[in-house]
């Protein structure tokens, strides 16, 4: 899903919202995450792409909301109290645009030093793994996926996501 031509970066000490999807946890730069919101109020209007979930009205505006499960090929799961969604900033076409992100739970706010990021894993056959992922951050008690959030779409998807419900 990812664009092409994205060039893998590597993911850069300081604080990480994470989150988790299935079993694995996840880490989204901080600075990089608007505010969380209940999952709670998604307008699900038809017809729409397979990873856009519906709508949420935030302050006056409406607000795609991406099931990250879905982005990343996971099955759906049951719906639970514990669910949110994770407002992000992402550029598209030079700007800043609101995406929600529907994620299982989120965990905490870590703060990951140069020497517990470690580069994306490899996958078997020596290929490399999805353009969003940009490190490992390696804590003494717990392996966090380090998400880029610009790779999860090519700017066509993206523009789809948010001119959706135009």
Wanted: hydrophobic share 45%; with cysteine; glycine share 8%.
């Amino acid at each position: 899903m990812a664009p092409e031509c994205a060039v893998a970066t590597m993911a850069q000490a300081g604080k990480y919202l994470s989150f988790r999807l299935d079993e694995e946890e996840y880490g989204l730069e901080i600075l990089k995450v608007q505010e969380i919101v209940s999952a709670t109020g998604i307008n699900e209007l038809p017809p729409n792409p397979e990873h856009v979930r519906g709508l949420i009205r935030l302050r006056g505006r409406d607000v795609p909301v991406v099931d990250l499960r879905r982005v990343f090929g996971l099955k759906a799961v049951l719906e639970s109290e514990k669910n949110c969604i994770i407002i992000a900033q992402v550029p598209l076409q030079g700007e800043l645009t609101n995406v929600g992100l529907l994620v299982d739970e989120v965990c905490d706010v870590l703060n990951i030093a140069d020497e517990e990021i470690q580069f994306p894993p490899t996958l078997a056959g020596g290929m490399e793994g999805p353009d969003f992922i940009n490190g490992m951050g390696k804590l003494e008690d717990r392996d966090v996926i380090l998400l880029e959030s610009e790779n999860f779409f090519s700017e066509e998807e993206l523009k789809a996501v948010v001119m959706w419900d135009e």
